[in-house]
């Protein structure tokens, strides 16, 4: 009952989502097969990347504010934090995540009459979700906070000028340079970002009714072939194709953030791999 | 010049008491007690330790364990960094189709299904198991929600945590758990899979294989075998 | 290691945990810290040499060797380090003994793959299978170090392409002017300036490297991660020592072993930084100078 590989596509192609056949290939093991099952893995990466990656952004924002705030109490914890996560592999931190995450009580926290669910901290799905999201907070922090204390005396003291302040001149004109600033090097953590979403499948999060990760499927694959010479290249191949969209998109905002420059002032996105982890 | 020296390097390393008789390299896996286990000395320890020791005496062979991960056993046997696997690897029919293995050195074992409390789904509920190893592929075959875990530890706390209704291994290592665990734990089911454990070898090494047979038998026929299964599972012990 | 930890099932309390933290398996659980800094002082500098190499090939006039260093440079951007770590310790291993087979066993006559096995003659085998363990060690070690340098290595080549590009013109026109030949200039002129240049991203490099090395654990070294596993999990009555899951605090350790060394890693680059940019053509430099005068 060998499969023509638009079946396999069908059969395969949402696998890890639960969705197509139940049982995994046992037999053939052909490159489709492969194909099929790491690029359906593919998505779990994906949307591992790109949640941790939109509500990082967010933490990271209000970290990096807090990390030159004058205020010792905002200060202080925001230098921990980011100490914390900066300073130590995220394989640790995965672990340590899913260890603390089994302590939390079954059956969730009351909370002024609010059941928080802590059962599902430790599914991979958002117990990796969220040792990745706090990560990549840390490192985003970081590079704003470099961005925001690099942002010109002049645009500041125009704003005082022209009666610009508190909030508004933070959301007019701090913060849209800083965006500016630090884009080229947050372009390299979303980057590197995706890559370390790979590391969720060594993490101590299980994998759940043979629903993994891209490297979840390379693995079952070079498990059975004993050849892992064609399922890690394909792995591999799958993400230089993410990386050139990644880098496509964050080129795209990048232009539009220098929009108001001229062309021969405009910041370049360079790697620089400060930011793997 | 540096590869010249990287060069030399390793034929010197090559070299090195080459004349000397060959060396049998058993792999185990260190973490599977009391099969095989590292014991508080830091040396690898347990019944297959001791066995493959007997066997290689018996057969006057030299060899030697070394520790390896269960998840690249197979790709390290085929590429000639060991020639045998004592590892608590059951004999299984798919397996038998990529490698060698000697006569049972464990007659064919129950495998329980352990959980907290005897109502636990086995049938559609989670079961946790060690990934890639016979009881996994019963779970996902069973039609219960497969959790895998790298290291059967893992499983475990899986259960004693509440993350799986079950787990699914082999007797002799959850039998000491369920002992120690204050009737935290219990036995809810119990499954004969695979045909007992043995030594793998790769498909082309047929002659040491049949040396290893060979002792097996041999141990099996004046008692010996027996001796080191009561020494190692004590009362729980499965005999030939 | 201490006489009273003899017979360990009658000892409880301070003394348990004294006998325990001192047991053999123990030992080599603080040995195994050796190994992660013998891993950084060996990756270290030979990462610098793929990265230095890979910088000259991608700034090179032969169309081939820039093309070869540039592809080697951007080989981390698109490829996570991970997926290198699953096969090319295994495919290095194949690689060195496939070689050493064609020179020793000339007249061997049997393919070296057959089906799923890779066979060379035991004259190949690296170590020979009659090696002590420790020799096996020792190659999966440095099989696993060589693993690490090329992979860092191509993050170096980018760093030091960056510095070399950095070096303002001016200098290398100048000594192009003194009659400087090309291979002068590189040697005296844009190597020496270039490390000021560099330091930022190779401290940046070294902080990487060394929240790399749970990696290890997964190329089959035991490392301080292994062990932290081994001895963190629940042990029963076989062992001496039987107690439940302490993973979580020893887990807890490595992550404090880690901080630390980052952090004294940081002050230690803080200063070399100062005292490369002494004298230097750039802000800190001069920052330096108007601070002295």
Redesign the interface.
Known sequence: MTMTCTETIAAYAFRSIGFGERMLPKSDFTLCQQFTLIGSGLIWNLYYGALALLAGFFLANALALAKSARSRWLRKPAEWFIFTFRGSPLFIQFFLGYQAFVLLPKNGIDLLGVTIHTDWLTKAWCGALVVLFLNTAAYSAEIFYGALRSVPKGDIEAADAYGITGFKRFRRILWPTMLRLGWPAYTNEAIFLFHATTLVFFSSFPAFRQQGDALYYASYFADKTYNPFIPYPIVGFYFICLTLLLTFAFNAVNKHLNRHLPSNQRARIRLRPQLIR | MKKLMLATALVALSGLAAAAQDTVRIATEGLYPPYNLVNDAGKLDGFEVDLGNEICKRAALTCEFVQNDWDSMMPNLNSGNFDVIMAGMSITEERKADRLFTQNYYPPATSYYVAMSADADLKAGVVAAQTATIQASHVAESGAQLLEFKTPDETVAAVRNGEADAVLADSEFLDPIVAQSNGELQIVDKVQLGGGVGAAFRQSDTELAGKFDKAIGEMKADGSLNELIKKWFKEKAVLF | MFAQCAD?STLSGFTWMLCYLT???H??FYYSFGTVLVLLAVTAPVALGFGFMGAIAARAHNPVARVAGKTY?LM????????FF??FV??L??L??TG?HYIRCPDWTDPIR???????C????????????I??Q??GFGLAVVTFAIVFGA?TA??LY?AMNAVPRAQLETAEAYGLSARQTFRRILVPQMWVYAL??LS??W??LI?????L??L?V?DI?FWA??LG??K???????HD?W??WY??F??AF??AF??VSEIVLARLTKRLSHGQATLAGEAMRKAAA
């Open positions: 360990p047991s053999g398996k030992l080599l440079m981390v951007r698109g490829i996570p380090d991970i997926i699953m096969f295994i495919a291993d194949q060195l003994e050493l057959t089906g799923l096995e890779f066979k060379v035991p004259e190949a085998k690296i170590p020979p299978n009659s090696a002590p363990q020799f096996h020792i190659y993050f980018n760093v960056g930022p991203g940046n490099l902080l990487i929240k790399a090395t749970p990696l654990f997964l089959g035991n991660v596993q081994e999990g629940s029963t009555d076989s062992y001496a020592y039987p899951d993973r979580l887990f807890l490595l992550l880690y901080l980052t952090r």
